[in-house]
T-cell receptor, first 114, second 113 residues
Framework: EAQVTQNPRYLITVTGKKLTVTCSQNMNHEYMSWYRQDPGLGLRQIYYSMNVEVTDKGDVPEGYKVSRKEKRNFPLILESPSPNQTSLYFC?????????????FGNGTRLTVT | AQTVTQSQPEMSVQEAETVTLSCTYDTSESDYYLFWYKQPPSRQMILVIRQEAYKQQNATENRFSVNFQKAAKSFSLKISDSQLGDAAMYFCALGGATNKLIFGTGTLLAVQP
């Protein structure tokens, strides 16, 4: 089954404790991206990757890191999480580009930072 | 800058009735795509419908159709014969030139039995 897999689904952590949210797609998509969803703000892009070893900042990259060492994986790293990073996070992928090709989303990760 | 505005935070519709969700956008690009995504309580993001800006014809997917008014930069979603399973948050999104989708703030649709 074609899918984007995110883990974990829920995560509660404390301020400053490094964490990684994993994302993997099995559709051989070149483009992958991370979004965060906050009430009243919709979804905002954090980082995106056009292909292996090619990443770039989105609209809200502060406090996040990403890497794209393999085509299928695109982990999101929070090296020192803070409470303002409490949010719902989505990984997404598409065949090519980031806008005209429909995005396939993972099931989301609910992160709480206390 | 590209923007997407959904001015209806919440809407309600009776089962089997028709409802229209509004979306306006702004872009200086001539080539772009517009999308409606559905997010049910499971929080999964599901593509409902897609419209290419250069196409005059309004997109349709079963009970879902759009009214695309390019000059007015309006992209509304019509849901006909509403069903209980249509209850969800609906997001309008714009894609063009940049490597991302710009999302609106969402409209929460309730379906009354």
């Amino acid at each position: 089954e074609a899918q984007v897999t995110q883990n974990p689904r829920y995560l509660i952590t404390v301020t400053g404790k490094k964490l990684t949210v994993t994302c993997s797609q099995n559709m051989n998509h070149e483009y992958m991206s991370w979004y965060r969803q906050d009430p009243g703000l919709g979804l905002r892009q954090i980082y995106y990757s056009m292909n292996v070893e090619v990443t770039d900042k989105g609209d809200v990259p502060e406090g996040y890191k990403v890497s794209r060492k393999e085509k299928r994986n695109f982990p999101l790293i929070l090296e020192s999480p803070s409470p303002n990073q409490t949010s719902l996070y989505f990984c997404a992928s598409s065949f090519v580009g980031g806008w005209y090709s429909p995005l396939h989303f993972g099931n989301g990760t609910r992160l709480t930072v206390t | 800058a590209q923007t997407v505005t959904q001015s209806q935070p919440e809407m309600s519709v009776q089962e089997a009735e028709t409802v229209t969700l509004s979306c306006t956008y702004d872009t200086s690009e001539s080539d772009y795509y517009l999308f409606w995504y559905k997010q049910p309580p499971s929080r999964q993001m599901i593509l409902v419908i897609r419209q290419e800006a250069y196409k005059q014809q309004n997109a349709t997917e079963n009970r879902f159709s759009v009214n695309f008014q390019k000059a007015a930069k309006s992209f509304s979603l019509k849901i006909s014969d509403s069903q209980l399973g249509d209850a969800a948050m609906y997001f309008c999104a714009l894609g063009g030139a940049t490597n991302k989708l710009i999302f609106g703030t969402g409209t929460l649709l309730a379906v009354q039995p």
